[in-house]
């Protein structure tokens, strides 16, 4: 399948073979057959006057849910959420804390980069996070743990660059190891990325692989050609993405996968309209957006499914004020933070996805986020990656970035 938007797609070799089974289950859910063009279904009849006046109403208020023109600064809980993400940072007695331990570094990387959407990393001690970053390294294998005395996986990794990267730390990272590390992850079969040495694949972890390679400058540390063949096996009929080849669409591993291919320069792989509707389809009546079909709406939703549609330019499908609206009335007005639904308790996790939502749609007094890397553009700039190209893609890192001080940028 092919299509790069809002034109009418054109025919590729890129067809998809559907058996006669499969074929049967859309035909009854379409109430079509899909070999006839002529069936009415395909070939609709001209609009009349009055139904081409309703289709203009309909993309006049459509504009009108463009943007958030209207939506005042103090809506947003802004000074609550810092102290709220605070709080979660110093009390290491609290039963959330102790029950997280397995993805300490990943906590870390939402609550520090939703302080810095909102202005604020200066409320906590950059030497002392360092400090703990770089004692969940793993030296003898080449990445990081999710806490000191836990086994390295590629997810805390990322984190753990991420972490870096946003207090300007990079130096600290050993790329040629972390590439290597890399390196071990990749499948010769299929070019699919492992989570750590135990063998598990998933689109995350092939994101993960991807961004990092990518923030370190060691992009060719795996083969990106192969990871791109392997995220279009996990492309499913409905437009989705799955977890891994046949696995149910779920908006959280399109991100993973959508993400992935703009870190490829494959964004052309993916079918913008076809996948486009899928993502637009996640909003329900209250605003928000869900992971699946028939599911209840949740914030963090919000970030996978709105970076997928900003990296393919299709923000515009979805109501953005009513999203946001969404967004803000999860917020605990007592005690800061935002939680996954209104009146249920919150937490850093839905913090960080719920500003970073805000951000992609401009909401005032948030920093901009880049919907590929999850950080802060300013973080993105002083990398060295490149921003986001209008078509989704991204190019590479910027000539001549600067690297640690005497190394190669060979991978």
């Not at 590439?179 to 135990?198: C, H, K, N, P, V």
């Not at 891994?244 to 993916?270: K, M, N, W, Y």
Request: hydrophobic share 40%; charged share 30%; aromatic share 8%.
């Amino acid at each position: 399948m092919g299509g790069d938007g809002d034109g009418e797609r054109e025919d590729d070799e890129r067809k998809v073979e559907l058996d006669e089974e499969t074929k049967k289950i859309l035909e009854d859910f379409i109430g079509a057959p899909i070999d006839d063009p002529t069936h009415p279904f395909w070939n609709p009849p001209p609009l009349t006057e009055e139904e081409e006046a309703i289709f203009e109403d309909v993309k006049r208020r459509a504009k009108e849910c463009v943007g958030l023109d209207g939506f005042a600064e103090d809506l947003l809980l802004k000074d609550m959420h810092v102290q709220y993400v605070k709080r979660s940072s110093e009390d290491k007695d609290a039963i959330e804390y102790v029950l997280t331990d397995h993805l300490r570094l990943s906590g870390m990387y939402w609550g520090l980069t939703s302080l810095d959407l909102l202005g604020r990393l200066d409320v906590v001690d950059a030497d002392e996070i360092v400090d703990f970053v770089q004692r969940c390294w793993v030296p003898e294998v080449g990445g990081y743990a999710p806490c000191v005395y836990h086994d390295a996986h590629v997810l805390y990794t990322l984190s753990a660059v991420q972490i870096l990267a946003l207090f300007d730390r990079m130096e600290l990272i050993d790329r040629d190891a972390i590439a290597a590390f890399l390196t071990s992850l990749q499948r010769e079969s299929d070019g699919a990325i492992m989570g750590d040495e135990w063998g598990e694949v998933d689109t995350r972890f092939a994101y993960c692989a991807l961004s990092i390679s990518t923030l370190i400058d060691r992009p060719h540390c795996i083969d990106r050609g192969k990871v791109v063949e392997w995220i279009d096996k996990c492309k499913n009929f409905d437009g989705g993405y799955g977890s891994d080849p046949g696995g149910e669409s779920h908006a959280g591993q399109v991100f993973t996968c959508v993400g992935g291919l703009a870190l490829c320069d494959a964004v052309d792989r993916i079918d913008h309209t076809f996948l486009g509707w899928w993502l637009a389809e996640r909003q329900v009546k209250a605003g928000g957006l869900n992971g699946r079909p028939e599911k209840l709406p949740d914030v963090c939703y919000s970030w996978w499914v709105l970076s997928s549609l900003c990296i393919m330019g299709k923000m515009h499908w979805i109501d953005q004020k009513a999203l946001a609206r969404f967004i803000l009335g999860c917020q605990d007005e007592k005690k800061g933070g935002i939680a996954d639904r209104p009146d249920d308790e919150p937490d850093v996790y839905h913090t960080f996805f719920g500003l970073a939502a805000l951000s992609l749609m401009g909401f005032p007094g948030i920093k901009p986020i880049d919907p590929v890397f999850a950080l802060p553009t300013h973080v993105c700039e002083r990398i060295g990656v490149m921003r986001t190209a209008a078509d989704g893609t991204v190019v590479g890192r910027r000539e001549n970035s600067s690297t640690t001080k005497g190394e190669s940028v060979e991978p």
